[in-house]
C-alpha cells in the first residue's frame, strides 16, 4: 500500500520524509518521490524502483534543503510502475503538489471534465486528477480548496498538498485511508502510519474519515466535513517502532487478517454500479465474446489454486461455463486439448510465482486467451497475459496469504457474475441480489473479525494434536482446503481437508476420540448431507467445530457440534469470503500457542520464483 510522510518546520526535510519513507518500506512499493519547497519553488525528485534509486538521483544535488515537503511511495495500482506515475503529482503550473494513498474511484469522468478544460495529463493515475481540481478551486486558501476537491472525490484516500503560495504549509485530508499527524517542537508531521514518524514523535492525531488537517511548523487545525473545528485528544504511541509497523499487533498476518474488511471494499471499488450489476471495466468482452466462450482452465498455485476452485463452482453456476483447474506445476507438464472458446484464468498474488509463469507462457503458445487475476501491477504475469483484473489486497508481508486469498476470492466471484450476465445466464433480480450481497460483505467480513476472541481458545485445545480434518460440500469443501493449508503451513499440525462424502472412502479410519474435525456447513441444500457426515464423525468421538449460517444453530446438525461458530447469513454462493475468516484465525491462533514464526513459516517463501 502507499506511505506518505511530510514535514514542516524549521530544518531540511529530505532526510525526515526519506527516513519517514524508509520505515514504511515494510508496506510495500514500486517507486518513490519527494516534492519540497526550494527557493520560492517546487522542487521535484521521483525513480521507479526502491529508494536508493531515489537517493542516488537526489546525491550531489544541492537541490533539496527546503523546509517543507511530502514523500510517497506508490503501490501501483492505476498505471504501472514509472517514474512518471510515482508521486508527488502536480498541477499544470507545477505549483501544486500531491501525494495520494487509496483509490478515486470517479477519476475518469473527472478526467475526461479536466482533459476538455485543457488540463495536461502527466502519468496514467488515477491521482492526478486531485492536483488540477485543486489548481481549478483555489482562491487563496490551500485548505478551502482542499475540502472542495474532497467532496467531489469518490473512493478512499489519504491525501498531501503542498503549494507553492502556502510555503510552509501542508494540507491533509482523509476517506477511508488511513492518516496520521505527529506533533512535534517547532515542527509538525504527516503519514500515512505511525512508523514513519515514530523516531520523531509519539504524540499523534489520528484523522477520522471526512477531516481536513493544516500543519504549520506552529500549529495543526483540523475541521470535519461541513468545516467545523474538531478538538483532537492526542494519542501517545505506546508502541516501539518495529511493533508500530505491525500496527500494534504481534504478527503482520493477525494485522493483514484484520485488514481484509478494508481489502475488500478496495477490490469492490467502481466495480458494483448503481442500477448496473458488475462493472470489470478491464475485461474486453461483450455479450457476444462471452457467449462465444466454451471452457475456462484455471491455473494457479497454493493459496491460489484454492481460490480458484471456488471460481469454478460460481463460473459453472453463474456463467454455466464448464471449468478446469490445475496445479500450475502439473499443468505444465501435460497435454491438455485446447478448443477455440477456450479461456485460461492464471491466479496469482505475486504475478511472478515460475510455474503460474510458465503456465501463462504454455497457455499463450497454445493459442489461448489469457486473463491474469493477481496483486501486483507490473509484476511479470500482469505483463504477459492479454487481460488482468487486480486484486487490490495491497502487499501482503505475512508468507501465509489471507487478504490476497479472500480478494482473489472477491475478483473471481466478480468476473462469475459479469460472465453469467453477459451469457445471459442471470436473471436481473437474481444479479441485483448478489450485486447486493457483495456490498455488504466488507460490513459482515468486519463482524467476524469482531465476533472472532473465543477462536483463540478453540485452537489452543489442540494443543496436543498432529492431526486436524477439515470437511466440507460445495464450496465449504473448497474453503476446507484453505483452512488446512493455513493450518499446516503456519501451525505445523498436520491437517487434510476431505469432501465430506468421501470420508467413508478411507479418511474415516483416522477418526478417534477427541481428534478435531472442522465442518463447514453453510451451503444451502447440502446442510442435511452435513448432518451425516458430522454424525459420522461423531460417532467415532471426534471433536467437531462446525461452521454454521446464522440462525442455523437450532437445525438437526448444528445439535452434534462440540463448537459452533456463525457467520452472518448471506447467499450461500458468497459465503466463502466469510467462512475462511474464522479458518484463518485458528490457524494462526494454533501456530502462536505452539510459538511458530507465524510471519515466516520454515520452508516457505512468499514468492516461488524457481520451479
Ligand atoms: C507461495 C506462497 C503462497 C502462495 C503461492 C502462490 O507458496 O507462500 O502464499 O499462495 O506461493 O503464489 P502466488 O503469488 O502465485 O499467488
Redesign the pocket.
Known amino acids: 500500500m502507499c506511505g506518505i510522510v511530510g514535514y514542516v518546520g524549521g530544518r531540511a526535510c529530505l532526510p525526515v520524509l526519506l527516513d519517514g519513507l524508509r520505515r514504511l518500506e515494510y508496506r510495500g512499493y514500486d517507486s518513490a518521490g519527494v516534492a519540497v519547497f526550494q527557493d520560492g519553488r517546487l522542487a521535484l525528485a521521483r525513480a521507479e524502483g526502491k529508494l536508493d534509486r531515489l537517493q542516488a538521483k537526489l546525491a550531489g544535488t544541492e537541490l533539496l534543503i527546503g523546509t517543507t515537503g511530502i514523500g510517497h511511495t506508490r503501490w501501483a495500482t492505476h498505471g504501472v510502475p514509472s517514474e512518471d506515475n510515482a508521486h508527488p503529482h502536480l498541477d499544470c503550473s507545477g505549483t501544486l503538489a500531491v501525494a495520494h494513498n487509496g483509490i478515486i474511484e470517479n477519476y475518469l469522468s473527472l478526467k475526461k471534465g479536466l482533459l476538455a478544460r485543457g488540463h495536461r495529463f502527466r502519468s496514467e493515475t488515477d491521482t492526478e486528477v486531485v492536483p488540477h481540481l485543486l489548481e481549478e478551486e483555489y482562491d487563496g486558501s490551500l485548505e478551502t480548496a482542499v475540502h472542495r476537491v474532497a467532496g467531489r472525490l469518490r473512493g478512499s484516500f489519504a491525501l498531501a498538498v503542498a503549494s507553492v503560495r502556502e510555503p510552509s504549509v501542508i494540507v491533509a485530508a482523509r476517506q477511508g485511508s488511513p492518516l496520521v499527524v505527529g506533533l512535534g517542537d517547532g515542527e509538525n508531521y504527516l503519514a500515512s502510519d505511525i512508523p514513519a514518524i515514530l523516531s520523531l514523535t509519539r504524540n499523534t492525531f489520528i484523522l477520522d474519515d471526512g477531516e481536513v488537517a493544516v500543519l504549520t511548523p506552529s500549529e495543526v487545525r483540523i475541521q470535519d466535513r461541513g468545516r467545523r473545528p474538531v478538538a483532537k485528544t492526542v494519542f501517545t504511541v505506546p508502541w516501539d517502532p518495529q511493533h508500530a509497523e505491525r500496527g500494534g499487533y504481534p504478527h503482520f498476518m493477525l494485522k493483514e487478517i484484520h485488514e481484509q474488511p478494508r481489502a475488500l471494499a478496495d477490490t469492490l471499488a467502481g466495480r458494483l454500479g448503481p442500477g448496473d450489476t458488475v462493472n470489470l471495466d478491464e475485461l474486453p468482452i461483450d455479450a457476444e465474446g462471452a457467449r462465444s466462450l466454451s471452457r475456462v482452465f484455471m491455473t494457479?498455485?497454493?493459496?491460489?489454486?484454492?481460490a480458484s476452485l471456488v471460481g469454478k463452482y460460481l463460473l459453472e453456476r453463474w456463467a454455466r461455463l464448464p471449468a478446469e483447474i490445475d496445479v500450475?506445476s502439473e499443468f505444465r507438464y501435460r497435454d491438455p486439448v485446447m478448443r477455440p472458446g477456450d479461456l485460461a484464468i492464471l491466479?496469482?498474488?505475486?504475478?511472478?510465482?515460475a510455474?503460474?509463469l510458465e503456465a501463462l507462457r504454455e497457455w499463450r503458445r497454445r493459442g489461448a486467451r489469457t486473463l491474469a487475476v493477481?496483486?501486483?501491477m507490473g509484476s511479470s504475469?500482469s505483463r504477459e497475459a492479454d487481460t488482468v483484473i487486480y486484486t487490490r489486497a495491497g502487499p501482503?508481508i505475512a508468507?501465509?496469504?489471507t487478504k490476497?486469498?479472500i480478494t482473489?476470492l472477491l475478483v473471481l466471484t466478480l468476473l462469475a457474475l459479469k460472465l453469467g450476465e453477459l451469457r445471459g445466464c442471470l436473471t436481473k433480480p437474481e444479479l441485483a441480489g448478489y450485486r447486493d450481497g457483495l456490498a455488504s460483505l466488507p460490513r459482515l467480513a468486519g463482524e467476524v473479525l469482531e465476533a472472532s476472541a473465543p477462536l483463540a481458545a478453540v485452537a489452543q485445545s489442540w494443543e496436543q494434536w498432529d492431526d486436524v480434518f477439515f470437511i466440507g460440500r460445495g464450496l465449504d469443501y473448497a474453503v476446507a482446503l484453505e483452512g488446512q493449508?493455513k493450518l499446516k503451513?503456519l501451525s505445523y499440525i498436520h491437517a487434510e481437508a476431505y469432501p465430506a462424502g468421501e470420508l467413508k472412502h478411507g479418511t474415516l479410519a483416522l477418526i478417534v476420540p477427541g481428534i478435531p474435525v472442522i465442518a463447514l456447513a453453510t451451503q444451502r441444500g447440502l446442510q442435511e448431507k452435513m448432518a451425516s457426515n458430522i454424525a459420522e464423525v461423531k460417532a467415532r468421538g471426534a471433536r467437531v467445530i462446525g461452521i454454521v449460517l446464522a440462525g442455523d444453530e437450532e437445525e438437526e446438525f448444528a445439535r452434534h457440534l462440540d463448537e459452533l461458530i456463525t457467520i452472518p447469513r448471506v447467499d450461500s454462493l458468497l459465503t466463502p469470503i466469510l467462512s475462511v475468516l474464522p479458518l484463518q484465525l485458528l490457524a494462526y491462533h494454533a501456530a502462536a500457542a505452539r510459538g511458530c514464526d507465524v510471519d515466516k513459516?520454515r520452508n516457505?517463501?512468499?514468492?516461488?520464483t524457481v520451479e
Open positions: 494457479a498455485c497454493g493459496t491460489a489454486c484454492n500450475a491466479v496469482s498474488q505475486s504475478g511472478e510465482t510455474d503460474t493477481t496483486n501486483v504475469i501482503e508468507v501465509a496469504s490476497a486469498y482473489q493449508l503451513e513459516p516457505l517463501a512468499k514468492s516461488v
